[in-house]
């Protein structure tokens, strides 16, 4: 399967930032491959942090969904045998062609995103408690931060192609009278029909029991907003992704203390004074690691996600598999060699534990449009192994994931670089599209160099974007280069200097 030779315009989302730890001011346009490099200490995390904590951020969702929840009249009506459905089995599953819809309320569609161009969402909130979000304990850190998150006035002519092009997945639920009612969709990639499943659940709480004849409205008024949602958040990815955050310290972090630091640091009802002295877990604030601690405690071996396959081929660069087994009546996850030797991760090399976490995403539990953030993905890694897992990278970003990295790895970024020159060679005709899988044998790896933006953090506390048409102008690492090439000339000429003039031998 060729990658999609013909390049599709995606509504880029802009992060404005300000005063963000050593970062004095930049902006970054968000792709399905962003990429940060640069010095230490130049908040490179801080950023991608930022990033996750405001495309999460339930308020700011919400102000995205206001716009939606303006509309009264619906969008889309269910039939008369549709409602007496859920009303009698209290589900109902249905396909609706989001074309047809988009067709009918283009105009509308296009209006709430003319609103949402015309103001910068808010994030004045999230950023108040972003000190909290990293596990800080001192506010004034942050104190004169400042985010503004622009969405670019959009074409409506790409609209439909964006549309089409995409996937999407939300979860919606409200109540009526006594009733909670919920509906999940999903909409795969190049396409417009859209899986639809809406359910019914008596609430807790009673309330009055609403008029039977005022339910097809309310049923058809929130499945219209849920409609709404689905086009702006396919619009608006990775905005409103789930986020999956991987964790300089991960190889750390998926070992024997999962099981307990979850307990122990997300459960409110623990109050064994003994336990927060001998379980040090319980400290653990930090948002993304205890995000990153529950993705890993709830894998399940038994469920197979769609790119699987990658978790495979990242487990080749391993040299072995993981396995979830059962000891002591609890899950454990294992390395296995050979299908036979089996490994506790405490045991094994610092690849397999920095790789092991990323290997059960992939198999386990990536959905289609994650937005994943994979801080320093070389950290332990041969460059052999660096440059697999940059292929691996750009398959996840073909496949319809969006990915956040931050690297200090000269090869992860030439490497990124020769997938893009090789997509657009390749792109050039069928003849050279041969000669360069010749070369590059991983035909599903090039990158389309519109889905990569590359940042370069400077000591200066500036954010520069250093991705020139498909080229990354890596000029940080290339003088760190010369300048070691030029100090081993030196040392070159000093050596024959001394031979020479003491005829050494």
């Known amino acids: 399967m060729y990658p999609n030779w013909k390049s599709k315009r995606c509504l880029t989302v802009i992060v404005e930032v300000e005063n963000l730890g050593p970062i004095k001011r930049g902006e970054v346009k968000l792709k399905p491959l962003t990429v940060f490099i640069g010095p230490n200490n130049t908040g490179k995390t801080y950023l991608a942090y930022l990033i996750s904590g405001l495309c999460k951020d339930l308020r700011i969702r919400r102000h995205i969904f206001s716009h939606i929840r303006r509309r009264r009249k619906p969008i889309y009506v269910l039939s008369e045998k549709e409602i007496n459905n859920i009303l009698e089995k209290g589900y109902l599953d249905i396909k609706i062609n989001l074309e047809d819809i988009l067709t009918e309320n283009f105009e509308y569609i296009v209006d709430i995103l003319k609103k949402l161009s015309e103001h910068p969402i808010p994030a004045k909130n999230f950023v108040e408690d972003f000190w909290r979000f990293l596990g800080g304990d001192r506010k004034d850190v942050f104190s004169n931060l400042n985010v503004v998150v622009n969405i670019p006035d959009i074409d409506p002519d790409k609209i439909k192609d964006m549309v089409y092009e995409k996937s999407g997945f939300i979860l919606g639920h409200t109540s009526f009278g006594e009733y909670w009612l919920n509906v999940s969709m999903f909409k795969e990639p ?298 081993f000339t030196e040392l070159l000429i000093i050596e024959d200097l001394f031979r020479k003039n003491f005829e050494v031998r």
């Open 190 to 487: 190049k396409s417009y029909q859209t899986n639809v499943n809406i359910r019914i659940a008596h609430k807790v709480r009673k309330k009055r029991r609403p008029e039977i004849g005022a339910m097809p409205t309310f049923f058809n008024q929130f499945l219209s907003r849920s409609i709404l949602y689905m086009f702006i958040k396919v619009l608006l990815q990775p905005f409103l992704s789930d986020i999956v955050i991987f964790p300089p310290q991960r190889n750390a972090l998926t070992l024997d203390f999962i099981k307990s630091a979850i307990n122990i640091a997300t459960r409110e009802e623990e109050q064994d004074m003994g336990l927060l002295f001998s379980k040090p877990e319980r400290l653990i604030k930090s948002t993304p690691i205890l995000n990153f601690l529950r993705m890993i405690d709830l894998l399940d071996e038994d469920i197979k996600s769609e790119f699987y396959d990658l978790g495979q081929k990242l487990e080749k660069v391993l040299g072995g598999h993981l396995a979830i087994s059962e000891s002591k009546g609890e899950e454990e996850i294992r390395f296995v060699i050979d299908n036979e030797k089996s490994l506790k991760l405490t045991t094994t090399s610092s690849m397999v534990q920095q790789l092991s976490s990323l290997v059960l995403y992939l198999k386990h539990q990536a959905e289609l449009t994650d937005l994943i953030v994979i801080d320093e993905p070389e950290s332990n890694l041969h460059p052999e192994a660096q440059i697999k897992v940059a292929e691996i990278i750009a398959e996840m970003v073909n496949r319809g994931l969006w990915v956040i990295i931050t690297t200090h790895s000269p090869f992860i970024l030439e490497h990124i670089n020769m997938l893009m020159k090789s997509y657009v060679v390749a792109k050039l005709g069928d003849e050279t599209r041969k000669s360069v899988l010749e070369i590059i044998k991983n035909e599903r790896a090039l990158l389309d160099p519109e889905k990569v933006g590359v940042y370069l953090f400077t000591k200066e506390g500036l954010i520069e974007n250093v991705k020139r048409d498909y080229i990354i102008d890596a000029e940080s690492f290339r003088r760190v280069s010369d300048e070691i090439g030029a100090t």
